[in-house]
């Protein structure tokens, strides 16, 4: 299909705010990849003359406490706060959906010890296992994101379950059967393709959420730490905390906030559903003016 | 209803008891011995590694020690402090009072305001709908250390209204105290509740029962108390626990942010001071807050819903 | 008629408020219905889904969704439903006029047992204390044919069937003690062998009370069964309004005839059904002339132009321009 064709296609599934939301996210990106030529300095690079600038040309979001820029920061934290969320989602799906398909396609006792282990991973919160993790390991990225990781397969894996559930009892998949096609090729090139949107939404809002919890942790020094740039360190940010500056800690703090919500905005999209919160898993009903109870008639 | 109870809670036993040993067993995962681990950078002398030694029964086949240790914990025997030699338990029991009654108090601000907000937007769509929907779809992306932050510096450093960090002695100078980490907690979760409320509202005023309940002329506040808001319960109830749950965790976090003595705080200084037995402890007692809030969601659904009322599994 | 009659619409005009089109816009349900019920009297209204013979009822009850304009007048008694305040509405709804539903299983609040959705009316709008209010329902429990009535009362609605719950619809209703009673398609939901039963008890009992009915249905037949009078509707308007009696041989709307006409009949051998050409339409697709222009056989120029009124012939009111000739037709076929 031409680029021009699959643009256009594109922005007729995201809708008006998903587009906006995926050209957001796409400059991040470009900001995150690009920024050691993009950034006007370098990200650790201390000016205590320039302690706490407020925005002007030279610095365009100003400078923290220890005069370094809070654009090029932001620039270079977009790559360590990007990289692990991205990480978590992927190791979580590589071993989420092979898991949920086998569990879909064997049934019976498969099913239920795959569905009890994914129900008992899921009883314990991400962060108490990122907590668990870097206490036994240490702080850093990688206990974060290997703890992270487990933690997500089961919210990942499931709504795979669910959604391959589905696809299994249709008659399409019988007929393949039938054929003489196997098992895996039958998943992989059917099954999986069906539910590929579903999947990746989804994937799209576990980014978003697996970004605010690395971050949490980078806050919290356990993940990313001080004094690399990361916008859950910057958040961090206690002398500016004390002194009363705020724009060090707002900036990577509303990026924060803007990349989870572009990403659930997305995620709802491709999967389907207007956008909503994960929690939110009613059938919905399609909207008729509500009768005599609200508004003045009665 | 008592085999529903009787199943729910052989569930809950059975999550607890597996998430307990993952909790037990991950002090055998790490590199190291495990008397390497819980003593971490410090120095011990011989006499403290052999008695750790001895206390962690290394010479017991691992199903026996984990027994030995789940027992203890049964007896409220949570281990002791490697930093500070006294028992965890001692340790935990004030903090544990603290972060209660912080994580209720976010849970009453997220109640209020969560299912106010939901059901004016329910109750008058058009243009009240749209903005709160807005509001809502932004303050559910805004995490608590962000929050954090942010009001401790807005109200705390600019304006004074509350302290920084800490909180005060009595239970006016507790709650002073812990305002803003509540609100820090409760903003994220207030936007969760206000669109499941709304949405579950929504759904129940224009169910035809409702109509019926009109048409044989009862007042509005009737028809909206006993047909409206007690049908639409059941989701909300199932929001609230899970969001309590969250709340648990959270407390990690924003405890940290505000230097409040719960057992968020607990958790993460121990982490920074290598105190295993602390972070194990605290570890389990998050996990079972979690898993009961989950659970009691399922009972009090039921209770509301007679059609719920068979043992199959809720979604 | 000489006393006040018990329900009486006058141009009674619906619109509902069009989400597609500009604000302003309004589709018409209801066209200029014009109705009189005397007391005690069973009148039917019959029509395909569109006709607006719901709406009708909603109107009565002035339970229109939200968005809905009113014009004409409504008169219960004398009085004007339109011009009743919050607490005349509430007596109104009370105690003047009852509503059966369609699909009581989707009108009774599942969360809630029974017994407390009998007493939930008496105990809150007549202050009847809940030991008397319950053994009230008891008897009508028994009097619509429900046995062990008290263990019912703490029943879920879940466990009872679509028959039983219907029963205790009406039951709910006749609790109130209405002077007039709306059943919106009561037995539509129900499986055929149950719908003989209920409609009987329905009708015994409200012949027994002398109540007022309103009986909606699109089935003709039922409708003559259980009424003095029928009113047949298309596209929010009434095109026939006869007594019961006559109906079968003195019909005259082309619809009403297509409507008697396309019943299969057990003596009959036919090849195919008669069935009318087209789908039923709604007011807001109709045009300015006559609404069953479309599908009528007999159709001419004026037709689609003019509108008809509704105009007494042969003992009853039709709305249709070439009624008389279509008869002598008949007569002469």
Redesign the interface.
Known sequence: MKPLQLLRRARAALGPSGTCAAVFMIVVLVAAVAAPLLAPYNPNAEALLDSFAPPSASHLLGADGIGRDILSRLMFGARTSLLGPALVVSIALLVGIPMALAACWYGGFVDSVIARVF??VY???G??LA???????GPGLVPAVAALSIAYIPFLARIVLAAARQQRVSPYVDALSVQGFGAVRITVRHILRNIAPVVLGQAAIAF?YAL?DL??LS????AVQAPTADW?VM??DETA????Y?LP??AP?VL??LC??SL?VIGARISGER???Y????AR?S?????????A?? | MGRLVLHRLGGLLTTLMLSSVVIFGSLYLAPGSPEDVLFGSRQPTAAARAAVAHRLHLDQPLPVRYWDWLVGVLHGDLGTSMVTGQSVADRVGGHLGTSLLLVTLSMVIVIVIGTGLGAVSAMRPGAVDATANAVTSVSVTVPSFVAASLLISVFAVHLGWFPESGVGSGLGGELHGLFLPAVAMAIMNCGFLARISRNALREELQKEHVQTALVRGLPRWAVLRDHVFRNALPPIITAVALLTSGTFASTLIVETAFAVPGIGQLTISSVGQKDFPVVQAVSLLLVAAFVICNAASDLIQALIDPRLRTTRRTA | MTATPLLELSGVTVHLADRAGATGARKPVLDGIDLALAPGEALGLVGESGSGKSMTVRAVTRLLPGGAELDGSIRFDGQDVGAMDAGALRAYRDNGVGMIFQDPRAHINPTRRIGAFLIEALVRNRGVGRREAEARAVTVLTEVGIDDPARRLRQYPHELSGGMLQRVMIASVLLAEPRLILADEPTTALDVTIQAEVVGILDRLRRERGLGMVFITHDLDLALAVCGRVAVMYAGRIVELREAEELHQRASHPYTLGLLGSRPSIDERAERLKAIPGRPVSAFESGPGCAFADRCAHVQPVCREVRPELEPFQGGLVRCHRVAEIALQEVQA
Not at chain 1, 219 to 222: A, C, D, H, S, T
Not at chain 1, 279 to 282: E, I, P, Y
Not at chain 1, 290 to 295: C, I, R
């Open positions: 129900d008992i009883a314990m919160p962060l108490l907590v668990l993790a870097v206490s036994l390991f978003g605010l971050a949490a806050y919290l020094g356990l859950g958040v961090s905390l004390q002194q009363g705020w800690i707002l703090g924060i906030v989870v919500l659930t956008p909503q919160p929690l939110l898993r009613r009903k909207a008729v003016a509500a009768p005599a109870l609200t508004g008639a009665s």
